[in-house]
């Protein structure tokens, strides 16, 4: 008798696995999961897994690399890391269309131009990943309709080869080319050379990502209609670098804290062409808005707030400025070689304006003197005579060209909020004592070097 039920649980255990392994796929949207077991082959795994089907990974650590060439979802369940392998390629690669990831940590431990993550197709789903690369974050080429969301990619962090490496020798966190209409969104890189790139791809949607430690917070070349909003950067050499783009639209971001390089700026803008630039905040950059070669763009209602120069422009036309603050900021604004820009209503804590009539605005223009600009630009070391007396009394003696010098018509009374920000400006006695005294030992330096030259 005792032998019958153990035969009748071997037939039911047969059964049962016959059922899993052999009719449980049939249903398109049965799960096949994956033992938790780290020797199991993953890539049999996702071979196995049938299109529409959800293969959810039990908690543990596989190796890379994998192939998905299928529309499936996969998806981590607790703790589950795939690493790459000696093999010179991405940790995961998707050739197919419609594939979803979640909830998975990616680690690329080799350097050079393999990525963690590379898509190939279109309308793929990253969702909730955890990336840490000595290369690429996530790569998308000729494809689009993807959606990039609630990841984290930084440069493998503690390691000898991150305490040697420098920028140049990084790669970008979400590298983008010929992708177009992707959705990148709720993402935060760090450590990385450009936290995302975007080259040749167009109405691409960048939002609420955050990047830090890195050369470019958010990089676009060559691009149109792309959204980028409500961003943030810090600690990057420049916030974001739009160039060569077209019809783009900057709103919302805050770049804050560009400061450690003589390149540093928040937001950097070249041959930049209509594009609207709003509601963006910039603050303690070394340049909080450069503006090169840019035309027809429309900068509203942003913030530039306690940076060295506040707005930086060379040979841009026809851009229309509006209701913008410039507050705290060393130098408010430089312009060289711009004309028919249209400056209207913007505030200027610097300026001190007079309104006759009460109607908020001054009566009094302000323009923009781009003495120190022109001269730095032709030497440069002068910049270490930056508000000396010395430098600020031959400003004010610079008169030339006045007429076609770039002006705010009608600057406003107050920030455009209506409320005075409290920001400390320097005004330290001690400050212009020692600018005094480093003007009078440049000039002693340079009259005695001009003498021993005779």
């Known amino acids: 008798m005792s032998g019958k039920p153990k035969l009748r649980y071997s037939l039911l255990f047969m059964i049962s696995l016959i059922y899993v392994l052999f009719l449980g796929g049939w249903n398109s949207h049965s799960a096949i999961a994956a033992q938790a077991n780290t020797s199991v082959e993953l890539q049999s795994l996702i071979d196995r897994t049938h299109e529409g089907d959800k293969l959810m990974i039990p908690e543990g650590t596989y190796r890379g690399p994998v192939i998905i060439n299928k529309p499936i979802l996969i998806e981590g369940e607790g703790s589950v890391e795939i690493v790459g392998s000696g093999d010179q390629q991405p940790v995961i690669q998707i050739t197919s269309d419609q594939v979803s990831v979640r909830h998975l940590k990616i680690t690329q431990p080799l350097p050079g131009d393999h990525s963690a993550v590379q898509v190939n197709g279109h309308k793929a789903v990253l969702d909730g990943l955890t990336i840490d690369t000595h290369s690429y974050g996530i790569v998308l080429r000729d494809g689009g309709e ?71 917070g958010i990089h676009c070349m060559y691009t149109n209609e792309t959204i980028v909003r409500g961003n943030g950067g810090e600690f ?185 920000k409290q920001i400390k400006k320097t005004g330290d006695p001690q400050v212009w004592i020692f600018g005094l005294l480093l003007f009078l030992c440049s000039i002693t330096i340079i009259t005695y070097l001009g003498v021993k030259r005779r």
């Open 146 to 216: 993807h959606e990039i969301s609630n990841t984290t990619i930084q440069w493998i962090p503690g390691s000898e080869m991150n305490q040697r490496a420098k920028l140049s020798d990084k790669r970008n966190g979400i590298d983008l080319f010929n992708s177009h209409d992707n959705r990148i969104h709720h993402n935060f890189i760090s450590q990385m050379n450009d936290g995302i790139y975007l080259e040749s791809s167009n109405r691409n949607l960048i939002e609420n990502n955050k990047v830090d430690h890195s050369r470019y």
């Open 236 to 420: 990057n050499v420049t916030g974001a670098m739009v160039m060569g783009v077209r019809d783009a639209e900057v709103t919302g971001n805050t770049f804050a804290k560009q400061s450690e390089n003589v390149n540093s700026q928040g937001l950097l803008l070249f041959d930049v062409q209509t594009s609207r630039i709003m509601n963006n905040k910039v603050e303690g950059n070394r340049v909080g808005l450069y503006v090169e070669q840019s035309h027809k763009n429309v900068f509203e209602h942003n913030d530039v707030l306690q940076n060295f120069v506040g707005i930086q422009f060379l040979e841009s036309n026809l851009n229309h400025f509006l209701n913008n603050n410039f507050i705290g900021n060393v130098i408010p604004a430089e312009a060289n070689e711009s004309t028919d820009n249209r400056f209207e209503r913007n505030y200027w804590d610097e300026f001190h304006g007079m309104d006759a009539d009460g109607d908020g605005l001054s009566n009094i223009t302000y323009a923009m003197n781009p003495f120190f600009q022109r001269l730095t630009s032709a030497t440069p070391a002068f910049q270490l005579f930056f508000q000396s007396p010395g430098m600020q009394f031959l400003e004010s003696m610079y008169s030339a060209g006045k007429n076609e010098w770039t002006t705010d018509k009608t600057p406003l009374m107050k920030p455009v909020s209506g409320e005075m």
